[in-house]
């Protein structure tokens, strides 16, 4: 905390100079309750504001202070109470809002917090209060953990427009969310542009809604909006406009509702309309008609031999008890955990590959032994149709499971991702010459059950059956485009080129010439022509989808790349990037490795940090039997680059490792070198979103991970 004097920010909230507040009466006593904290006296100064609170019950700088304190002691309960007197007697006060804002996030309700956060922030005078932060990236974290990333992502760009300190937070929170490869690139680009609505009945309002949405007064805006829909029916400038506050009020399935309004809007592109759906796939995938709901199912056991049942069984194949013991725990409310857990099985691709023992997996089950007050029993999750319902009905039968009672736990909902997309696990190693072959036998398997997965959105049709109905095509079209989206096949550009002929459907192709961003948001990696692309268009393409992994291009892009000529102030980075997008193609660790090590070197040509291409290579020459050579090879990029931030972020670990290695009693051998069993280039965490608790390795560089709660100056 700075020191407070008459020209400091009143502690109230209210934006106004303690010198220019009616609190400034009070500036003695508010002095001396700052040097206490101050002075990490805490429990004395809140035994203070205690005191004074009772003479002086409603004054907002002691219930404001006292908030402060109490959230600094964690005193959570407490807060909720102060924070509630505070609001209920200053309800127009931002600082209010956002301790408000930040127990509804901790909370996990994400909807109240975001609501009482723009409020606050609409609410604030020139300077927001410092407390913005802290609701900001908490509320951030937790959308990001709740999978709400396209909401995480607009709070973000929001941060991003404001002031020094909050673009900081803004920019760092950005690049860890796109940055997340296990996410829908469709939550990872941000929303279109509404279209032009000039000469049209509702302008005038909507340039008033606008303006709202400017002045960050969201939920006043997303009234007007809702009100225009009422008397002008659906418009899609309108709509575009109220999904932009749905997602920052984090309501998703508005949200969800309003793309699937825009998909039937003869106003927008076909382009559009597909965009728009598959965005409804990804924020509301029940409502949408892709949710799918699998059961969670418990069978008593009397049979003293079932478990020995379980273990004989060739379509069960055991997986260590740990890796399903947190979810039971959370969905059984059970301390105890199961005795043996299994993945069901299907033997596959007999054949063609006969010899590899191929199995593709299903689902799982969990087996718990008799206790002192239960039976023995089995816990199943059921799918509802498919394959992965096929094979389990079988195992069933053959393990005497369909002659036993049912017990329905609990409808847990997914979505046809789970279902579609399977591993496949082999016996015996794949000879070398035939792996191309098994992996495309692999995903021929996927692609099967996706067009023969039947889904509500296509009126309970398969995707193969629908392929025939015109009326499919744009929900057909944005099924593809939201699975390929998704990443979770692993098939490139190529394979859903492919799929969209054989479903009768013609992939979108947009000129580059256009914002195609703009457009169609994240689909723009996959409809952008590359035919006609120009050079500055590409490298922004490639650069971006490197950046975001988005993988499934990644051969087309590299091909259209070798085509182009490239000028000389491109050549480089063209080259730069080209390579490490053969870095992630390579399947020949020895090619991958000879690969980084250009990286590295035109890294440094280029004047962008190699650290992340050195360690890489250091990983590699270790998994190649090299570990002398990737030592040295990591010693002399540190002295030749001894600024580069990745490089310095992994040296710091490896000598907090060394310390705690040391502190036990040990002193590993090469410590700080990360090879040879210590601190590896794999042990540097790049996941979770920035926080202001934690360093930055250069001005850019987002930090990783990040607390559940972060509170200034702890």
């Known amino acids: 905390m700075s020191s407070l004097d008459q020209y400091s920010y009143c502690p109230c909230g209210n934006g106004k100079k303690i010198k220019f507040c009616k609190c400034n009466q009070h500036f003695a006593e508010m002095e001396k309750i700052h040097r206490m904290i101050v002075g990490e006296q805490n429990v004395a100064a809140l035994d203070r504001i205690n005191a004074d609170l009772k003479t002086m019950p409603s004054e907002p700088w002691l219930l404001a202070m006292k908030c402060e304190l109490l959230l600094q002691l964690r005193e959570l309960e407490a807060l909720e109470e102060t924070s509630a007197k505070f609001i209920r007697l200053q309800p127009d006060n931002a600082l209010a809002k956002l301790y408000r804002s930040l127990l509804a996030v901790i909370r996990g309700n994400t909807e109240e917090g975001a609501t009482l956060l723009l409020q606050a922030i609409g609410d604030s005078t020139e300077n927001l209060p410092p407390m913005t932060a802290t609701v900001s990236l908490n509320l951030l974290e937790t959308m ?30 950005h ?16 929303l279109p542009s509404a279209i032009d609505a000039e000469d049209t009945p509702y302008s005038e309002r909507l340039i008033e809604a606008e303006a709202l949405i400017g002045a960050y007064r969201i939920s006043v805006a997303k009234t007007k909006l809702e009100s225009m829909l009422r008397e002008f029916g659906p418009q ?5 406009h109220l999904l932009y506050c749905q997602l920052m009020l984090s309501d998703v399935d508005g949200a969800g509702a309003s793309c699937r309004k825009l998909a039937l809007m003869d106003s927008l592109t076909e382009p559009q309309r ?18 799918i709901q699998e059961e969670l199912c418990q069978y008593s056991i009397e049979d003293t031999s079932f478990e020995e049942k379980l273990t004989s069984n060739a379509r069960l194949v055991p997986i260590p008890v740990d890796q399903l013991k947190g979810l039971l725990t959370a969905l059984l409310n059970e301390e105890v955990p199961p005795k043996s857990c299994f993945v069901c099985v299907d033997h596959v691709l007999r054949e063609q590959f006969g010899e590899l023992e191929a199995s593709r997996t299903g689902a799982w089950i969990a087996y718990y032994g008799r206790q002192t007050d239960k039976t023995a029993r089995l816990i199943t999750l059921e799918p509802p149709t498919g394959p992965r319902r096929l094979l389990l009905e079988s195992l069933k039968q053959e393990i005497g499971l369909t002659s036993l009672p049912r017990e329905l736990v609990e409808k847990l909902p997914t979505s046809y991702l789970s279902q579609v997309t399977a591993s496949v696990l082999v016996k015996k190693q794949v000879p070398p010459e035939r792996a191309v072959a098994f992996r495309d036998a692999t995903r021929q398997l996927v692609v099967d059950s996706f067009l023969d997965y039947p889904l509500e959105c296509l009126g309970n049709k398969t995707p193969r059956e629908a392929s025939s109905d015109p009326k499919s095509r744009i929900p057909l079209s944005a099924l593809l485009l939201h699975w390929q989206g998704s990443g979770s096949a692993g098939l490139n550009d190529s394979y859903y080129k492919s799929l969209h002929q054989q479903l009768n459907l013609t992939q979108p192709l947009l000129e580059a010439s256009q914002d195609v961003f703009d457009l169609v948001g994240g689909a723009a990696y996959f409809w952008t022509n590359l035919a006609t692309i120009d050079s500055d268009s590409l490298i922004q393409l490639m650069q971006s989808a490197l950046t975001r992994g988005v993988a499934s291009v990644t051969e087309e892009l590299v091909r259209r790349s070798e085509q182009m000529q490239w000028p000389d102030n491109l050549k480089e980075s063209a080259e730069y990037t080209q390579l490490n997008m053969k870095a992630q193609l390579a399947t020949d660790p020895n090619d991958a490795e000879k690969l980084l090590l250009r990286i590295a070197e035109l890294a440094k040509k280029i004047g962008v940090p190699i650290g992340n291409a050195v360690l890489e290579r250091v990983e590699m020459l270790n998994s190649l039997g090299r570990g002398t050579e990737g030592r040295m090879y990591l010693e002399k990029s540190l002295r030749e680059n001894p600024d580069d931030p990745v490089l310095l972020q992994f040296i710091q670990m490896a000598m907090m490792r060394e310390q705690q290695m040391r502190s036990r009693g040990g002193s590993p051998q090469g410590a700080g ?7 590896t280039p794999s042990s540097s965490n790049s996941s979770g ?8 390795s250069g001005e850019d560089a987002p930090s990783s991970g990040g607390s559940k709660l972060w509170i200034p100056g702890q």
């Open 236 to 240: 899609a400038p309108v709509l575009q």
């Open 274 to 291: 597909i965009y728009y759906h598959a965005l409804a796939y990804e924020l509301a995938p029940k409502s949408s008609g892709v949710g």
């Open 673 to 679: 070198m990360g090879v040879e069993g210590q601190v």
């Open 689 to 696: 979103l920035w926080t202001p608790d934690q360093g930055t």
């Open 175 to 190: 690049s860890s969310l796109t940055s997340q490869n296990n996410t829908n690139i469709l939550s990872r680009e941000s």
């Open 144 to 173: 990001a953990q709740r999978g709400l990333s396209l909401p995480a992502l607009l709070h973000a760009e929001m941060l991003m427009d404001m002031g020094d300190e909050m673009a900081k937070y803004g920019y760092q929170a």
